[in-house]
């Protein structure tokens, strides 16, 4: 169902750094690009009936000023609307707030897609897992949306749960955890320490001790 290695190549993985009112602030950027037009992902990404046809079921007013709630997971307040090419939203979980921007450029005939997850230096989740604290899960995130944008349909959430199961899924989300590995040290982060964390990331999504 799902080529790993084509997909884990597919996307660009950065991390760095913004300086915030509140202070110092890691940013996980993740990109890719699909072969699909602007308004198609923008619509894809916004509109609340698509969104759990690759993601997860969505509730709330989604425009700007308005507050969403995903089933399980994050909720927020939508801080920025421009249709069609960028929105910025507070991803707030777990007692944690956190910030989005996705921005969508026309490239080559399809469309890019970048997300910047950004959070305080002192966050509890990054000091433990690192990168992959949050990005393995957009890793899965956009590997769906691409699944979704290259077919048309829904994701099938029974296949993808018996796919979450599977030895290719545990072989996505350790490549995954690898990736943001190696981009947090091309960042400048103390490979041990780097390597401790992604270890725990891994262990954490496939229930294994790191």
Known sequence: MIDVSHQ?????????????DAGQARVVTITQTYDAEVEDVW??????????????????DLRLGGRYQLE???GGLIQRCDPPTA???????????SWIEVRLSAVGGGTQLQLEHIAHVDDERWVEFGPGAVGVGWDLAIMGLAIHLSTGEPVDKDE???????DDARRFMTNSSDAWWKATVEAGDDPVAA???????????????P
């Open 8 to 20: 884990i190549s597919s996307v660009e993985r950065r991390v760095g750094s913004r300086v915030l």
């Open 43 to 60: 619509d894809a990404v916004t509109d609340a009936e698509r969104i759990p046809r690759w993601f997860l079921p969505v509730t709330g």
């Open 72 to 74: 399980g997971q994050a």
């Open 87 to 97: 929105f910025d939203a507070t991803w707030e979980y777990g007692g944690d707030v």
């Open 160 to 166: 993808i749960g018996a796919w979450m199961a599977s």
């Open 195 to 209: 390597r401790a964390a992604a270890d725990r990331t891994i262990a954490a999504y496939i229930g294994s001790e």
